[in-house]
Nanobody, 121 residues
Framework: QVQVVESGGGLVQAGGSLRLSCAAS????????MGWYRQAPGEQRELVAG???????NYADSVKGRFIISRDNAKNTVYLQMNSLRPEDTAVYYC???????????????WGQGTQVTVSS
């Protein structure tokens, strides 16, 4: 099985920064794409940023220029550096990881439990 655990959330003032981390662990052949999503109260979960195993990134328009996603493949860890935070960034942030349990198996998506980010005005 694969476990995905986020850390680094908290309370920050508008304009501040936070860094989220997410580590995948367990028994698997490889970790492929990893990403960050967020869900605000009453809203649908939305993509924040994603990164492939080769380092190709994509971002939601709302965070471009403010957030940076990166990863350490040796540690199966993905990071989200969040700068110039705004109150509308307040949400539970979820990490996911695509993992292959065996060399020729399909990739399956695993989710973390989420970490709360609150930005005060």
């Amino acid at each position: 099985q694969v476990q995905v655990v986020e850390s680094g959330g908290g309370l920050v003032q508008a304009g501040g920064s936070l860094r989220l981390s997410c580590a995948a662990s367990g028994i698997f052949f490889s970790i492929n794409d990893m990403g960050w999503y967020r869900q605000a109260p009453g809203e649908q979960r939305e993509l924040v940023a994603g990164i492939t195993s080769g380092g190709t990134t994509n971002y939601a328009d709302s965070v471009k220029g403010r957030f940076i996603i990166s990863r350490d493949n040796a540690k199966n860890t993905v990071y989200l550096q969040m700068n110039s935070l705004r109150p509308e960034d307040t949400a539970v942030y979820y990490c996911n990881a695509g993992a292959k349990l065996a060399r020729f198996s399909n990739s399956r998506l695993y989710w973390g439990q989420g970490t709360q980010v609150t930005v005060s005005s």
